[in-house]
């Protein structure tokens, strides 16, 4: 059975979709089939952020309306071959999905794959009741300012009020500025557990803008790794070799 | 009021110095303070056992709400985000803060060693609630009555709601 897990926030541009990408890719390259949906019908760009936008043919309006199958719509990803999206709605006016279409759909998915991943839309309207509904684990992406901290705050209080008990953060864009809320005062205010801390990061950019991968062994990629193995349980902390430990490294090898 | 100063480093230990100080007083049927102050930090386990002594003797006041004995009472750390509901049936003590926008709603002697701000509804004649401080917390009781409170070491209940 899969594990299911919405990523939300609550505030718009905090990065769920990123995050969502690249946790999502970095399970896949340790080797479990997920599936990432893209429930953000409105302002969908999951695809573009995976680079993956020119290869969708069917979309989930498509297996809705029966004219693809689900297996037919899910676009497989250019650089982890077990990581498949199902993406939202191409077309501009997106009505609302029916709860009951978004659980058939994790239901069949379920049993095929290892993580379903939902990508939630900003805010608490009926779309974010639909990614929520079908999740039992939530990963809510705030950054280090009180409105997204305040929004976060509602988010996680209206998963409780699902019964989505297992909640984790992941705080995004820290670049240690004095302007932004220190990490000290999340753990404070939120008391929930913090999967991971994200900095902000130019080269983050460029690979949502051009669907590259991020650099090997860069503090982003490290964290992302971090978070992926937190996530599966394991206890092992990468942390970033200095260039001393990677030239001794390179001498022993040789 | 009478202070007793415990070492709990070695938790066990702690517990029976302070079982042995109830002992002591037995028999004496006068109402007493008493304040204890740990060497260090008590974990929230430690610190239910030091309730639960308390209790297994006779009735208790735990900050201005009256406990007879053996009264079940839960000890909870928690903290109850933005647009969080609950409802509170039996009496808790709740080592955490409500946020702004969450609702309680309280049918029973609720003490939260915290912050409140947020939407409580006072369900019956018989609801109260204690905080170390309400930041603009907002009471609404079974008659529709609705105030706004701030306030440090307060104990809002029914008939607070009739006198404000």
Redesign the interface.
Known sequence: MARVIVVTSGKGGVGKTTVTALIGRELAKSEKKVVLIDADLGLKNLDVVLGLESRIVYDLEDVIKGRATLRQALVQDKFAPTLYLLPAWMRINAPDIDENYMSAIINTLQNEYDFILIDSPAGIEKGFFNAIKNAKEAIVVLTLDRTSLRDADKVVGLLKNNQITDIKLVINKNNNAKTQLTIADIKRIMDVPILGILKEDREIQGAQNYGTLISKNSDFDIEIKNITNKLLGKEEVISKKSFLSRFIKNIVKS | METILVDNEDESLAISTINKYLEERIFDKRKKEVCLVFSKKPTISFFKLVLLSFYDYKSAYLKMIKYEKNTKCNLDR????????LVFENPKIIV?NV?R??VLHIKTNIVFIGEVKGIIFLDNDKSSIYADKFTKAIFVDSYGRKKEFSGSNYLMSFEEMEVM
């Not at chain 2, 928690?78 to 509901?85: D, F, K, L, M, Y």
Request: hydrophobic letters at 35%; proline letters at 0%.
């Open positions: 928690v903290i109850i985000h933005n647009g969080e509901e955490g946020h926008g969450a």
